[in-house]
């Protein structure tokens, strides 16, 4: 039964995703910054706050290929990875509590190979907006650009859990923001200066785009 809820949820999740953005004004802002990178043959870690997950994994698809996701086996990651499945993405399945080492053995082998891995920081439980050290050690180790994508809508659900996920109504403008690539001045940093550094890169970004389409007042 839990089998088949899953399998239904990620078939209408994935249709309802698409009806979404079908049924929207899409401005997209920053691409340059992506091709300019993936052209170069650079590995990038894209960074993205759990609430904000649609709105890069629906865009970068069009886009790129050799394209990663870190999926946790929690039922409702395991509902989402389904669907980034279905648009073309490798799943590297685990966390930072359970297969860790499996999962940065995989990430390394990935960016290695040129490749893009799509990282929920503040996933799979939070707390939200906050970004679990490791990301920027690990790409500095492996010569990765980090970017943020993330995404606003002018009509929206935003859905009562502990990542306040948003989802775009029909009939709106979506603006999606890609980011130039976080420039980090030391090689050493310790884990605190890393969850800093890398919260306030991917927060600015939300903010600028949520100003964008009006859910944050200047």
């Known amino acids: 039964m839990k089998k088949i809820r899953i399998q239904l949820s990620s078939l209408v999740g994935r249709w309802v995703f698409q009806i979404l953005f079908l049924f929207n004004k899409v401005v997209i802002h920053g691409e340059k910054n992506l091709l300019d990178l993936a052209e170069q043959g650079n590995p990038v870690m894209v960074c993205v706050w759990h609430g904000r997950l649609i709105f890069p994994s629906w865009y970068i698809r069009l886009k790129l290929t050799n394209l990663y996701a870190i999926a946790s086996h929690h039922d409702d990651a395991e509902i989402m990875a389904r669907i980034l499945d279905k648009w073309g993405y490798g799943l590297i399945r685990g966390s930072t509590k359970k297969g860790g080492k499996a ?116």
């Open 103 to 218: 999962v940065v053995l995989k990430m390394a082998e990935v960016f290695q190979d040129g490749g893009i891995i799509a990282v929920t920081n503040d996933g799979p439980k939070g707390p939200a907006q906050i970004a679990k050290a490791g990301s920027t050690s690990l790409a500095i180790k492996y010569n990765v650009k980090i970017i943020t994508i993330t995404g606003s809508a002018t009509k929206y659900w935003q859905i009562n859990s502990w990542d306040k996920f948003l989802l775009p109504k029909p009939f709106g403008r979506i603006e999606i923001i890609i980011s130039p690539p976080l420039e980090v001045d030391s090689k050493s940093i310790t884990a605190e200066e890393e969850v800093n550094i890398l919260s306030t890169f991917m927060t600015d970004y939300q903010n600028l785009v949520d100003i964008k389409t009006g859910k944050i007042k200047e």
